[in-house]
Nanobody, 123 residues
Framework: QVQLAESGGGLTQAGGSLRLSCAAS????????MAWFRQAPGKEREFVAA???????NYADSVKGRFTISRDNTKNTVYLQMDSLKPEDAAIYYC?????????????????WGQGTQVTVSS
């Protein structure tokens, strides 16, 4: 079993940047696909970005060109660099792991989830 802990959320102004981290413990995640999802109040959880075990990346259209997902297997950690933030990016951000190694956008692919970190963007 793997435990995931997100950090790096906070308050920033529109146009600003934040870097989220997702630290895994319990076992290595180097063979897992890793993803970020987000959920705003009153909305369903939505896909943001994913990275496969081989390093392939997948982004939601709404964040392409602004967000970058990366991973450091030596630190058992996945990152989400968020630039040019917009008020509509405000949400709780969750990381998740797919032991099969994919970078899919379907949340049902992902087995383990973190508790989330809050991102607030002021206009």
């Amino acid at each position: 079993q793997v435990q995931l802990a997100e950090s790096g959320g906070g308050l920033t102004q529109a146009g600003g940047s934040l870097r989220l981290s997702c630290a895994a413990s319990g076992r290595t995640i180097r063979y897992d696909g890793m993803a970020w999802f987000r959920q705003a109040p009153g909305k369903e959880r939505e896909f943001v970005a994913a990275i496969s075990s081989g390093g392939g990346r997948n982004y939601a259209d709404s964040v392409k060109g602004r967000f970058t997902i990366s991973r450091d297997n030596t630190k058992n950690t996945v990152y989400l660099q968020m630039d040019s933030l917009k008020p509509e990016d405000a949400a709780i951000y969750y990381c998740a792991t797919d032991p099969r190694g994919s970078a899919g956008s379907d949340p049902s692919l992902y087995t383990y989830w973190g508790q989330g970190t809050q991102v607030t963007v002021s206009s």
